[in-house]
C-alpha cells in the first residue's frame, strides 16, 4: 500500500473512531436525560397524588363544616401556588443540572430580583416549558 493511501485509511480510521467515541458519549448523555425525566415524572407524579389528597382533606373539612368555603378556597389556592413552585424548582433542577435546594433558592433570587413574588415567577417558568 502507498504511503498516501496509508495515510489515508490511517485518517478515516481516526475519524471513525472519534466518532464512535462521540456516539458512546452522545448515548450516556441521552440515558441520563432519560433517567432525570423518569425522576422529574416521578416527582411530578407525587405532587399530583399529593394534591388530590390535598383536596380530599379539604372537602372532608369543609364537609365537617372545620373550614368555612371561603377557607376552602384558599388553602386550594395556597396549595396550587405550592405544586407550581415545586414544578418550577423540578424544572430548574433538570434544565441546570442542580440540587432542589439550589434550585429553590434560584428561583427565589429571580423572585427577589424581578420584585415579583414566588408564585408568579414559577407560573412563568413553567408556562414557558
Do not use: P, W, Y
Amino acid at each position: 500500500m502507498s504511503d498516501q493511501r496509508q495515510g489515508d485509511s490511517q485518517d478515516l480510521q481516526s475519524q471513525i473512531d472519534a466518532l464512535t467515541a462521540q456516539i458512546g458519549c452522545d448515548r450516556a448523555a441521552i440515558e441520563t436525560l432519560q433517567s432525570d425525566a423518569a425522576d422529574t415524572l416521578g416527582r411530578i407524579e407525587d405532587i399530583e397524588a399529593a394534591a388530590a389528597l390535598d383536596r380530599q382533606m379539604i372537602a372532608e373539612l369543609q364537609d365537617a363544616g372545620v373550614v368555612s368555603r371561603e377557607h376552602a378556597a384558599q388553602m386550594e389556592r395556597a396549595l396550587q401556588s405550592s405544586r407550581t413552585i415545586g414544578t418550577a424548582v423540578g424544572i430548574l433542577m433538570a434544565e441546570r443540572e442542580i440540587r432542589q435546594d439550589e434550585a429553590f433558592t434560584v428561583l427565589k433570587a429571580a423572585s427577589r430580583n424581578s420584585n415579583r413574588k414566588l408564585r408568579e415567577v414559577a407560573q412563568e417558568l413553567v408556562e414557558s416549558r
